[in-house]
């Protein structure tokens, strides 16, 4: 007995009730993509349900190619976060059980976001400058200031619409061990406010043609309480995690890791966990869509990137058997349509694949920590605090 939960990082299907409060109306992560490609064509996520997930999305246009199936193979839903944010680790944690009311703290879009004294004493305990300073895209940044970086040996700091505090540096300059260690730093400066994430940004190339290679990390602020994964970890159910998942949650409730550079990678670690394994949680994030396509507002990489993992889940889906649980799902939006380069506050999709157990209908549920709640009930815990089990 195993269960699968994919997270399928920003595939959001249609703004949120409360998506005026974060400016983000209108967005629509998987529609927008259908309609930048003439359609989706995802034939395994649609013989889920995944159409249906988007009808349930209140007055949600159809999606282009994605058309409710009705016979789905999974029970169907979509979730509402009420979590206060629409990054990563408010996602995650929100899924794994958790509610954040007041969410963490956002630097301004400066120059200067970080505090004066902030940042003199990070140069001082790193023994480097600091340079940047300002919200800023990552891709833009690093071709502004790296030829700098690459004279100075500075470090690149700036941050974003969600709670981050991003190091860029060039690894023929600093050595990727020293960047995590400045990243250790930082996330211990950044504790006191709170912030979500520090992540080491590693880049390499010449003036013109930087570019960040796979050793990205993300130091999270770690969960205030036990999550499901906490819970199942100390009851003895292994809980195997793929891709950035274990920095999410900073190592908390994580019995095994497999650090991944993208999509690829993953899902190879996927199916090898889901042939090798069981009574265990495999939990994989996929965070293409998200750091390459999203935040660069590229629709038509996005959407090949949904065609890559709807192949590979045809060789997924057999590994699932009666006794097995597969729950599809998103942690935020990203429309890569929308202004700006950030996420936006998104509905999410709900998949939930039992091949023996009826297929029912989900509806809108309000609290990703329904997922929580599931997968306790799944592995014979105790009822996490919050949330209803779907299963």
């Not at 529609?31 to 007055?59: D, E, F, K, M």
């Not at 976060?81 to 929100?94: I, L, M, Q, R, Y």
């Not at 502004?144 to 505090?165: K, N, P």
């Not at 994030?285 to 998200?290: A, G, K, S, T």
């Amino acid at each position: 007995m195993k269960a699968v939960l994919l997270v399928l990082d920003s595939v959001g299907i249609g703004a949120a009730p409360d998506a005026d409060a974060y400016d983000d109306h209108g967005c629509n992560t998987l529609l927008h993509c259908a309609q930048a490609v003439g359609a989706l064509r995802l034939p395994n996520l649609a013989r889920l349900g995944l159409g249906n997930a988007c009808a349930c999305v209140p007055a949600g246009p159809a999606v282009p190619g994605l058309a409710p199936n009705p016979e789905p193979l999974a029970s169907v839903g979509a979730m509402q976060e009420v979590s206060a944010g629409k990054d990563t680790t408010t996602g995650h944690w929100e899924l794994a059980g958790l509610e954040l009311r007041h969410g963490f703290h956002h630097f301004p879009v400066g120059p200067p976001s970080f505090p004066a004294e902030f940042i003199a004493e990070f140069e001082r305990r790193t023994g480097r400058a600091a340079i940047g300073n300002k919200h800023a895209s990552g891709t833009a940044i690093i071709e502004e200031l790296g030829a700098r970086q690459l004279r100075e040996g500075c470090w690149i700091v700036y941050t974003s619409a969600d709670s981050v505090f991003q190091i860029a540096a060039h690894e023929d300059v600093i050595p990727v061990d020293e960047l995590y260690a400045a990243c250790a730093v930082a996330r211990e400066l950044c504790d006191p406010f709170p912030v979500g994430r520090i992540i080491a940004r590693p880049f390499v190339g010449a003036p013109g043609a930087f570019r960040r290679t796979q050793r990205r990390r993300d130091f999270s602020f770690p969960p205030p309480e036990p999550t499901v994964l906490d819970r199942l970890d100390q009851a003895g159910t292994a809980v195997l995690a793929v891709g950035k998942v274990e920095d999410i949650y900073a190592g908390h409730g994580i019995s095994e890791s497999r650090h991944t550079g993208d999509n690829a990678a993953a899902q190879h670690a996927v199916l090898k966990l889901a042939k090798t394994r069981a009574d265990c949680l495999i939990f994989a994030n996929l965070n293409d869509y998200d750091s390459l396509y999203g935040h660069r507002r590229n629709p038509q990489g996005y959407a090949e990137a949904l065609r890559k993992t709807d192949r590979w889940l045809a060789e997924l889906l057999p590994l699932i058997d009666e006794t097995d649980l597969l729950i599809v799902t998103a942690d935020h939006g990203n429309d890569p349509t929308f202004k700006g380069t950030d996420h936006t506050r998104e509905f999410v999709p709900l998949l939930v694949f039992q091949p023996a157990r009826p297929v029912r209908e989900l509806g809108l549920r309000v609290g990703f920590y329904d997922v929580a709640q599931s997968l306790a009930a799944f592995f014979g815990l105790e009822p996490m605090p919050r949330g209803e089990s779907f299963l």
